[in-house]
């Protein structure tokens, strides 16, 4: 059974760090990529960027660059998602996605992380 789940939510003062971990189980973890995404009250779902697990590859959208930060580790098969200067926009709950490359659409995905930042 293919399972991610997401865990390290939580909440923050503004300007604090939050790490986001995303366990997986049931397939491959070096053969996928995990893409992150979030979603806020009432608005549409964001993308936050992409790891490739198989080659360290990272891709971060535009709200993320500069702040947020993306690790794996293979031994676990888990990615990380360093989240550093949070603001209350990056309120969301944040989720996982595994895809076999970055953007190539995700067949697996977690129930996702509340992230809550305080202003």
């Known amino acids: 059974e293919v399972q991610l789940v997401e865990s390290g939510g939580g909440l923050v003062q503004s300007g604090g760090s939050l790490r986001l971990s995303c366990t997986t189980s049931?397939?491959?973890?070096?053969?996928?990529?995990i893409r992150w995404f979030r979603q806020a009250p009432g608005k549409e779902r964001e993308g936050v960027g992409c790891?490739?697990?198989?080659?360290?590859?990272?891709y971060y959208e535009d709200s993320a660059k500069g702040r947020f930060t993306f690790s794996s580790d293979n031994a676990k098969n888990t990615v990380y998602l360093q989240m550093n200067s949070l603001k209350p926009e990056d309120t969301a709950v944040y989720y996982c996605?595994?895809?076999?490359?970055?953007?190539?659409?995700?067949?697996?995905w977690g129930q996702g992380t509340q992230v809550t930042v305080s202003s």
């Open positions: 996605a595994a895809e076999l490359f970055c953007y190539s659409g995700y067949d697996y």
């Open positions: 049931g397939f491959t973890f070096d053969d996928y990529a």
């Open positions: 790891i490739s697990n198989s080659d360290g590859n990272t």
